[in-house]
Nanobody, 128 residues
Framework: QVHLAESGGGSVQAGGSLRLSCIGG????????MGWFRQAPGKEREGIAA????????YYADSVKGRFTISLDNAETTVYLQMNSLKPEDSGMYYC?????????????????????WGRGTQVTVSS
């Protein structure tokens, strides 16, 4: 059983940066998709970034495109989310998830990781 654990959340002023990390166990790396989701109070969970085995192909939601960067370590056991130019609307609980799904599904914008493994989340608060 793979377990995921997020870290790196915190409080920051608008315009600042945070780097989230999600550490998981060793996965068979065929068809591995890892991603970041966030949920603000009263809002639906939103998939904001995903990365596929190999670390080259990625997906970003329009709300974070150009500001956030998802990446994998060489062992593909840790996924990062570099968040720059943070805005108050970026506040929320951030979760990482991982699943063994085909690349087009992982990166197509509709993967909700309902078939995957989740971490417990890390809180991000951006003040204006």
């Amino acid at each position: 059983q793979v377990h995921l654990a997020e870290s790196g959340g915190g409080s920051v002023q608008a315009g600042g940066s945070l780097r989230l990390s999600c550490i998981g166990g060793v996965w068979p790396y065929n068809r591995k998709c890892m991603g970041w989701f966030r949920q603000a109070p009263g809002k639906e969970r939103e998939g904001i970034a995903a990365i596929y085995t190999g670390g080259v192909n990625t997906y970003y939601a329009d709300s974070v495109k150009g500001r956030f960067t998802i990446s994998l370590d060489n062992a593909e056991t840790t996924v990062y989310l570099q968040m720059n130019s943070l805005k108050p609307e970026d506040s929320g609980m951030y979760y990482c998830a991982a699943a063994l799904v085909p690349g087009p599904f992982c990166l197509g914008g509709s993967w909700d990781a309902s078939d995957g493994v989740w971490g417990r989340g890390t809180q991000v608060t951006v003040s204006s």
